[in-house]
C-alpha cells in the first residue's frame, strides 16, 4: 500500500520539462515523499526527496504543495534516457516506516 | 561511498531447486537491509527487511527466506522453488530508521524459474 496515487504513463517531448504529479492526500507532518526512477531491467534509482520545501539536485526539481498534499517531480530538460517508471513514495509511520512501492508513472520522452 | 553487490546478475533454476541470493554491501556500517521482488511487468514487493544482524522481518509469507549472518551480508534463499518465484530480485541499503534518508538498490538479480 504505498499511499500515492499517480498517472500510468505520460509522454514529454526530447527537451522539453517533464512534469510528473503525485497525490499523497495522508501524509503526516514528519513523514517525506521520495522519488524513484526504473529504468528497464535496472534496480531503482533514487531521484530527490523533501519534506515540505522545494528541493532541487543535478536530476530533478521536488515540488510539494503547501498542504504537502501533493507533489510534481520536475525534469527541467527531458532526454531519450529519461524514459523510465518513476515512483512517488511517501514513507510513513503507518507502514512500518518501510518504503512501498506502488506502479508509477511509465514516462516516455518522445523524439 | 556505499556500494551494493548482488550476485549472480541472473539465474535460471528448475522448480524444486534450491536458491540463495546473496547481498554484500561496501562503505557502511549498521545499515538496514531488504529484499524487494518484481514480477514481469509489476512493481516492487518488499519481501524482507533487516535492521541488524540476525533481525529479520517478514513483510510477506511465502515459498522464501532470509538471513543477516554479518553485518553487511543479506541473504535470500528457498528449499524449494516455485515457478511463481520468478522474478527480480533487488538487494536495498538504507540507514538509521529517520524519515530523511533514502534506499538505494542494488543491480538485482534475475531469477527464471523453469
Known amino acids: 500500500d504505498a499511499k500515492t496515487t499517480q498517472p500510468p504513463s505520460m509522454d514529454c517531448a526530447e527537451g522539453r520539462a517533464a512534469n510528473l504529479p503525485c497525490n499523497h492526500s495522508?501524509?503526516?507532518?514528519?513523514?517525506?515523499v521520495y522519488w524513484y526512477r526504473q529504468i528497464h531491467s535496472q534496480g531503482p534509482q533514487y531521484i530527490i526527496h523533501g519534506l515540505k520545501n522545494n528541493e532541487t539536485n543535478e536530476m530533478a526539481s521536488l515540488i510539494i504543495t503547501e498542504d504537502r498534499k501533493s507533489s510534481t517531480l520536475i525534469l527541467p530538460h527531458a532526454t531519450l534516457r529519461d524514459t523510465a517508471v518513476y515512483y512517488c513514495?511517501?514513507?510513513?509511520?503507518?507502514?512500518?516506516?518501510?518504503?512501498?512501492f506502488g506502479t508509477g508513472t511509465s514516462l516516455t520522452v518522445i523524439p | 561511498s556505499q556500494t551494493i553487490h548482488q550476485w549472480p546478475a541472473t539465474l535460471v533454476q528448475p522448480v524444486g531447486s534450491p536458491l540463495s541470493l546473496e547481498c554484500t554491501v561496501e562503505?557502511?556500517?549498521?545499515?538496514?537491509l531488504y529484499w524487494y521482488r518484481q514480477a514481469a511487468g509489476r512493481g516492487l514487493q518488499l519481501l524482507f527487511y533487516?535492521?541488524?544482524?540476525?533481525?529479520i522481518s517478514s513483510e510477506v509469507p511465502q515459498n522464501l527466506s532470509a538471513s543477516r549472518p554479518q553485518d553487511r551480508q543479506f541473504i535470500l534463499s528457498s528449499k524449494k522453488l516455485l515457478l511463481s518465484d520468478s522474478g527480480f530480485y533487488l538487494c536495498?541499503?538504507?540507514?538509521?530508521?529517520?524519515?530523511?534518508?533514502?534506499?538505494?538498490f542494488g543491480n538485482g538479480t534475475r531469477l527464471t524459474v523453469t
Open positions: 495522508t501524509i503526516s507532518g514528519n513523514e517525506y
Open positions: 513514495i511517501v514513507r510513513t509511520s503507518n507502514t512500518g516506516n518501510q518504503f512501498y
Open positions: 536495498a541499503l538504507g540507514q538509521g530508521s529517520s524519515y530523511n534518508s533514502p534506499l538505494h
Open positions: 562503505g557502511t556500517s549498521n545499515p538496514n
Open positions: 533487516s535492521v541488524g544482524i540476525g533481525q
